[in-house]
């Protein structure tokens, strides 16, 4: 019995044999040579493409070819190279083929500068080793081109919805792209998904050309069955193409609108402004009656106006529109509209009418004149206003710009001259704004004046000096106007006063004196009727020395004031000093000095108090009041000659006149 492993090598035995067999007849596994090229190369336009060629085992010695395949699969030798050791020797075979022409890197790569949709083929990297020993492998390069803006060539004739067939809209087209761009259309941002096979309701023809360049370009054409609801539509198309690594772009071209014709459907015929929600226009306006019909293009309009049931033509045109000039109210009445559309249904109602109302208002009138004159105090008096119009009118009085009452009759009464002024009737009508009347006349009341003085304001701090200036000022009224005067010259002319109401004023500016004291000073107003005055009372006026005595005196006081403070700081620095703000006998030494002796030394000792020596006196430029008050001594030194009690003497003298510099100083 064989054992189990020798049944199992003689099963293995001929399966081994034939993997020989098979082995030996494959001639690239012989040469164990390995070449690898990416399969596919994709690249935009103008752009340098570098095609690698690797092998997975490099021989001692090898020959690489670079072969371009043809559209009739035949191969082309572009480029050439062989290693010897570690260095390659490339040749490229015929380069005026291509411009730029190829080349090989130092690895053995071809390198196409500027890749053109012409370069858009297989290339093959074939490697030789001996005679024996082949590899090769194929890269097909794409080369893609952004085409050009989509342009769009609309219709531009006027299509009829009535037709019953799709028409021409519109020719989109992409130029100069690769590969060929795809044109879809929009209407109103809606994608319109069309056939290219013709249909009624619409379809697309299609058109792709091939430039010299290699680059394509390709032109679409819409076809669509109109109706009215597209004649507000907008259509564009989009040109949308590849790119690389799968991606896509798009450009869309400019929208655009179609010129459609469509027979009228419906009309409008109204009254354009100015007008009333009732229909009303003011006589002397200029208004427009304006007709439009629904079709396309704009139809043919006739107005006219009705009289006894019979037209009347008032003007034909095509913008719809009529204008009438300052209408009165003779051409009220009703007017109308004909649209002249042919291609109208016959069930559309082409003729519309309204009817035009004129408002006017005639000019009013016063039971009075422009102006009305009347007494103070005098009785009742009655004016009434009138109008005429359409619709009718309202009334109401004012006075000043104040409403006082309704209806066509003022009644007045108790007139006094506030009564007086501009009274107005106002004729308005409500249904029609802006057309209204007025007139007004003037209430004249006639009396004796009225004065008001502006009293003088009392006097603080003693009351009026002579020499005061004061103004005065004095307002009146009445009618006539009144004339203002006044006892003293100077007074300026009358004029209205701010407050209005029929007041005039005038006013005095004058220095008092003690003679306007006792007498006032007075004005008058007069006129026809009357006069009135008033007198301006200034009281007891004082004269203007007796302000100037009280102006010493406190001068005064304020001086004698200032010495004390000065005397009183002066003892206060010096009160070291014996003797000084104490009473006790002129000449007399002061405790703990020697007595004064009129020999020789006596003057010695003096300086030397003077001067601040060994003594203890005070020094100049010390800590005594002499510095304080400017680096001046106090005291100086006496004649010679001179005794105590002249010295003591002479010391006081000195020191008065020293305050005295002080003082003046200060």
Known sequence: MEPPDGRAGARRAPRLLWLALLLGAHPGVRAELHVSVPSLVEVMQGETVTLNCTLSNKPEHYVLEWLLTERTRTRRLLASAKWQGSELQSTVHNPQDRSPPYRLDPQGSLVLAKAQVGDEKDYVCVVRAGATSTAEATSRLRVFAQPEAPQVFPNQGTLSVMEDLAQEIATCSSRNGNPA??????????????????????????????????????AS???????????????HCVAQYSLPSDRHGRLDSPAFNLTLHYPTEHVRFWLGSPSTPEGWVREGDSIQLLCEGDGSPSPEYTFFRLQDRQEEVLSTNLEGKLTLVGVNRSQSGTYGCRVEDYDA???????????????????????????????LNSSRTTVTCSATGLPTPSLHWTKDSVRLAAGPTLSLNSFTFDSA????????????PLLSRSRSFKLLVQGSPELRAKELAPKLEGGWTEG?????????????????????PGGSPAEQAPSGQGWVSSSLILKVTSALGREGVSCEASNSHGKVGHVFHFGTVAPQTAQAGVAVMAVAVSVGLLLLVVAAFYCMRRKGR?????????????????????????????????????????????????????????????????????????????????????????
């Open 578 to 666: 014996p003797g000084c703000c104490r009473g006790r006998e002129k000449g007399a030494p002061p405790p703990g000095e020697p007595e004064p002796s009129h020999s020789g030394t006596q003057r010695q000792e003096q300086t030397g108090l003077l001067m601040g020596g060994t003594s203890g006196g005070t020094r100049v430029g010390s800590s005594g009041f002499a510095d304080e008050a400017g680096g001046v001594p106090p005291f100086l030194p006496p004649p010679v000659g001179l005794g105590p009690t002249a010295l003591a003497s002479g010391q006081e003298g000195r020191v008065g006149a020293r305050e005295g510099a002080f003082l003046q100083r200060v």
């Open 221 to 235: 054409t819409l076809y669509l069955r109109l109706h009215k609801a597209d004649r507000n539509a907008s259509f």
């Open 468 to 488: 005061d200036e004061v103004q005065l000022i004095c307002t009146a009224r009445g009618h006539p106007q009144p004339e203002l005067t006044w006892s003293q």
């Open 181 to 218: 761009p795809q044109i879809t259309w929009y209407q109103n941002g809606r994608h319109l998904e069309m056939p290219t096979k013709m249909k009624p309701e619409g379809y697309v023809t299609i058109r792709t050309v091939r430039e010299a360049s290699g680059l394509q370009s390709l």
């Open 421 to 432: 002024g501009t009274y107005e009737c106002e004729a308005s009508v409500p249904t029609v």
């Open 345 to 375: 249904s016959e069930d559309v109602q082409l003729t519309r009418t309204l009817g035009l109302k004129v408002a006017y208002l005639d000019p009013l009138q016063l039971s009075v004149g422009k102006e009305l004159s009347v007494l």
